[in-house]
């Protein structure tokens, strides 16, 4: 009897790092789709008994129904712990407007486990929707981490909005770093001025950090003001690289000049791994 690690579909590279972290094997898991276009997993190893910890993140509708697929094919584990790296659908967390879902509560609540943990939910007011103990763990250290290792010239962690601040601050804080957010000012009826709220960022470079970048549309935006406001560089970091559509195309075209993310979504510009957090947790 042991601690074994489910990996799905939208997170193998993440699971198996966990899983070495953990000094454990990661078995098999099979996916396909059927000419219908529904999906389906298997878990290949013995589950019956164990501690199970499924790990998915689900940026699509496909990959939300492997995670129930995974967690149904688990029911006779000891114990089921689910990690959702990236939780689709967060971002709908209220109800915005009359006859809206709550798209993360009708998510959270069909997750049926011993604990969840996310990483960086958008609003961890959704947490409380899972029907069991769900914590949110906070990567912006490792990003911190990857930040104070670049070589840059005076550099600002920067928040495009005060609701940034949560990612930012943490990662600032822990290593020394001097950090600030963008901030919207109106000057008259038809003017508004944005700029970082206290910092003088001219000649420096800048890490503009968020939570998510998926249109890069916030982002491209921030970039093109501080280029103008005089920043050297303009570098990108966020917890999770959804990009959609041309995102990075935008981003580049805007003056970036770098971006990392983490491997909570697995792409190119997964520089840094969530793995030892979540080892971290699941031991606890
Ligand atoms: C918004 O509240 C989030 O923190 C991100 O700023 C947003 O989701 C980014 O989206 P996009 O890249 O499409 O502008």
Known sequence: MGLKIVAGPSSQLLATRTASLLGVGVDLTDYKEFPDGEVYARVTGEIKGQDVVVIQSTPTADDYVYLLELIDACDEAKTLTVIIPYMGYARQDKRFHPGEPISARAIAKTIKADRVFTVNIHDPSVLPYFPCPATDLNASGV????????????????????????????????????????????????????????????????????????TGGTIAEAIKLLKAQGAREVHVACIHAVLVRNAVLRLNNGGMRSILSTDTLEKATSKVSVAPIIAEAVKR
Do not use: F, H, W
Request: no cysteine; hydrophobic share 40%.
């Open 143 to 214: 990003i911190g981490n990857y930040v104070v290792n670049m070589s840059l010239y005076e550099p600002v962690l920067l928040a495009p909005d005060d609701g940034a601040l949560k990612i930012v601050k943490p990662a600032a804080e822990q290593y020394k770093l001097p950090y600030d957010y963008l901030e919207k000012t109106r000057i008259s009826g038809d003017e508004v001025k944005i700029a970082p709220k206290n910092l003088d960022i001219k000649g420096r470079d800048v890490v503009l950090m968020d939570d998510i970048v998926s």
